[in-house]
């Protein structure tokens, strides 16, 4: 193993990385009985740090 796949990164490391570029998260779930769909659930999310240059939608409110 080399130096890079043996590097260890903790959690919060990874999560900080991830928010600070932005994560966008899409998905498709459907409950079917005898080929019959019952439910559908689509999910679409966009999850991202808030910053100066990327303010938040609800301004100062929260």
């Known amino acids: ?3 890079i796949e043996r590097r260890e990164v903790a959690l919060v490391d990874l999560l900080d990385r ?3 570029g932005g ?3 899409t998905g498709d ?3 079917r009985i005898a080929d019959v ?3 559908r659930i689509d ?3 966009l999850i991202s740090s808030v910053n100066e240059q990327v ?3 609800w301004g100062d409110s929260l």
């Open 55 to 57: 303010p938040s939608p």
């Open 43 to 45: 999910l679409n999310a």
């Open 23 to 25: 994560v966008v998260i």
């Open 29 to 31: 779930i459907t409950l």
């Open 1 to 3: 193993m080399t130096v």
């Open 37 to 39: 769909d019952l439910v």
């Open 18 to 20: 991830l928010l600070a």
